[in-house]
């Protein structure tokens, strides 16, 4: 709750830089403060010795903001358009596509060398190190060349301007951000013991429990700027999340576990190997052409309630 709360003042300052920027660059920066309490959740996980729910947490913000905030978006934004199909940039879909196979490739290589005992699967942890080196690199330069080629859109230059300054604007996202720091860590000495309470499991809480609440500003803030009839923006806010856990947030990760006693690796369950693939995959179908129904949306929806589904009786 507490995180959701931070959500609003984040939806309200993404507005007002949007005013004034284009949507990539009010899109990448509000999803990499929106990330921010995942980044901390995993990094206070790690220091509490909860390497499952470390790693599980990050691949269920790739699933939680791929498929269930991407749906939402989807489905909400479809009911603002004329037509029942939202519309938006195929540019950034497309690029957040390739960002996520690239981060699957790894992934399903390690997996396959771990399956056949090749020589490989017995330096996991320095082919890890390599492979977040090089995802860094990727994104880096993607980054760099998708700002410089950002516009402000039309429909924010036909607005009435923002409300405040935009020092005001940024200050707010800042102090969110911020916010999110201090809650994600009594979010996690919180977890255990309601993990044991319940009898729920390590892969259940970090894969939609943890997911959810640690992306709580993603999914408010991408449904109530779909619900405003900001596609670009919404979109934007939910892709760049996508793209930058998958690309960034894993890779620097994996590097800073590397000063821990538990060491995090691009070594997964084979089921979640499939998953994310297929994940990628669906999401390039969906949003890789700049439109998408609401019946799209709700199959995204359905996809990842599947998904928790299967890992409530892990």
Not at 256 to 273: E, G, H, N, Q, R
Request: glycine content about 8%; charged content about 10%; proline content about 4%.
């Amino acid at each position: 709750m507490a995180l959701a709360g931070l959500a609003w003042v984040v939806s309200f300052a993404t507005e007002q830089v949007g005013e004034r920027f284009g949507p990539g660059v009010t899109g990448l920066l509000q999803s990499t403060l929106g990330n921010l309490p995942e980044l901390f959740v995993v990094l206070f996980a790690l220091g509490a010795g909860e390497t499952v729910v470390a790693q599980t947490s990050i691949l269920g913000s790739i699933f939680a903001n791929a498929l269930l905030v991407l749906g939402l978006v989807i489905v909400v934004g479809a009911r603002r358009s004329e037509n029942l199909c939202m519309t938006f940039s195929r540019r950034l879909p497309n690029d957040t596509s390739t960002l996520l196979l690239a981060c699957s490739f790894v992934i399903v290589v390690v997996a396959i060398s771990l399956a056949s005992n090749d020589p490989a699967s017995r330096h996991v942890k320095a082919i890890s190190t390599i492979a977040a080196v090089t995802l860094l690199s990727v994104y880096l330069i993607w980054v760099v060349g998708y700002i410089r080629g950002d516009r402000p859109s039309e429909q924010a230059q036909e607005t009435h301007g923002p409300r405040v300054p935009l020092a005001v604007a940024a200050g707010l996202l800042a102090a969110a951000g911020v916010g999110a720091a201090f809650v994600s860590d009594w979010f996690v000495h919180a977890l255990r013991p309601t993990i044991d309470q319940l009898g729920i499991s390590d892969a259940f809480a970090g894969l939609v429990i943890v997911a959810i609440a640690g992306n709580a500003v993603e999914n408010a803030t991408g449904v109530i700027l779909a619900d405003k009839g900001q596609p670009d923006l919404a979109i934007s806010v939910v892709k760049n999340s996508v793209a930058q856990i998958a690309a960034f947030l894993f890779p620097v990760l994996v590097l800073a576990s590397l000063f821990f006693a538990k060491s995090l690796t691009f070594a997964i369950d084979p089921v979640y190997v499939g998953a994310l693939l297929l994940t990628a995959i669906a999401v390039w179908q969906v949003t890789g052409d700049g439109e998408a129904a609401a019946f799209e949306g709700w199959a995204l929806i359905g996809t990842y309630v599947i998904l928790a589904a299967l890992t409530l009786y892990e």
